[in-house]
Nanobody, 123 residues
């Protein structure tokens, strides 16, 4: 069984910072790309940032220059450093990972989601 556990959400003031973490656990053979998505109330879930094992990163235009994604391959963990937060960054943030795991004696490849962590930016 594979599990993604997120942490680090909370309340921040405009201009403030938060750091999200997402750790993958289970019978993991390999973790490829790890990403962060967010979903604001009444809106669709959208990609915020992604990072490959090779170190390639990509960002949504709305967060470029403010957010930084990083990936610790040894710990199967991805981070999202969020600086200069704005009220429009308020959302539930979800971690997503492309994982090859061993389940019931078979290799299984798939995308997994975390449970989500709330980020609220307000004065």
């Amino acid at each position: 069984q594979v599990e993604l556990v997120e942490s680090g959400g909370g309340l921040a003031q405009p201009g403030g910072s938060l750091r999200l973490s997402c750790a993958a656990s289970g019978t993991i053979m390999r973790v490829d790309a790890m990403s962060w998505y967010r979903q604001a109330p009444g809106k669709e879930r959208v990609l915020v940032a992604s990072a490959t094992t090779a170190g390639k990163t990509d960002y949504a235009e709305s967060v470029k220059g403010r957010f930084t994604i990083s990936k610790d391959n040894a710990k199967n963990t991805v981070y999202l450093q969020m600086n200069n937060l704005r009220p429009e960054d308020t959302a539930v943030y979800y971690c997503n990972a492309n994982i090859l795991s061993l389940q019931y004696g078979k290799y299984e490849a798939g995308y997994y989601w975390g449970q989500g962590t709330q980020v609220t930016v307000s004065s």
